[in-house]
């Protein structure tokens, strides 16, 4: 069974511009969050989207917003982008969510802001 | 709250054991035991569903202390391919899953 897909892997953007990222989680799976990994910071949640609802969110500005789709792929989006936006963008899904199942993740999408 | 993991980083040689705490403020209703390598996703190890409960992947078990808001993780006869960070995560009652900082374990030959 294939796992979960990100894409692109890698982008570079300059500040105040945007980017979308998406995730196609594994079939079957209603849920996928979203992580953002940095050095200094570890896995930082941004959101988790359960039947196309966002149904948790983290602590990040409202630059950061993501959907999901009716075929639970899930895409999030940053805008006016910062310098310190650059990161390690996961996602990961989970049959049914809740605190019960593990999460399969994704490889990632490795932004780079300039 | 992220809970805390303890060391931050710790150096091995083959065949040598250790133990990697994660601990938190807020009640936990589960615990989720990764391990990414570097360049890699984070692969999931195991889930500690109950307080008491102790599981185990081959050489590698972990143990939840519900009381104490605590588990840990044992690598025991550690080998070369046991070398990655490894990440506590603890979902709340909503799912939303919060991790540790990571420990980083590098095993020698």
């Known amino acids: 069974k294939a796992g979960v897909t990100q894409t692109p892997r890698y982008l570079i953007k300059t500040r105040g511009q945007q980017v979308t990222l998406s995730c196609s989680p594994i079939s079957g799976h209603r849920s996928v969050s979203w992580y953002q990994q940095t050095p200094g910071q570890g896995l930082q949640f941004l959101f988790e989207?359960?039947?196309?609802?966002?149904?948790n969110k983290g602590n990040f500005p409202g630059r950061f917003s993501g959907r999901q789709f009716s075929n639970s792929r899930s895409e999030m989006n940053v805008s006016t982008l910062e310098l310190g936006d650059s990161a390690l963008y996961l996602c990961?899904?989970?049959?049914?969510?809740?605190?019960?199942?593990?999460?399969?993740f994704g490889e990632g999408s490795r932004l780079t802001v300039l | 709250q992220q809970p805390v993991q303890s060391p931050q980083a710790v150096i091995l040689r083959e065949g040598e054991d250790a133990v990697i705490n994660c601990s938190s403020s807020?009640?936990?209703?589960?615990v989720h035991w990764y391990r990414q390598k570097h360049g890699e996703a984070p692969v999931f190890l195991m889930i500690?569903?109950?307080?008491?409960e102790q599981k185990g992947h081959e050489k590698i078990s972990a143990s939840f202390n519900e009381k104490k808001q605590q588990s840990s993780l044992y690598l025991t006869a550690s080998q070369l391919s046991y070398s990655g960070t490894y990440f506590c995560g603890t979902p709340d009652n909503a799912g939303k899953s919060t991790f540790g900082d990571g420990t980083t374990l590098t095993v020698k030959p």
């Open positions: 990961a899904s989970n049959a049914l969510g809740g605190n019960t199942g593990e999460l399969f």
């Open positions: 807020k009640a936990l209703y589960s």
């Open positions: 989207y359960f039947s196309e609802t966002q149904r």
């Open positions: 500690l569903l109950k307080g008491g």
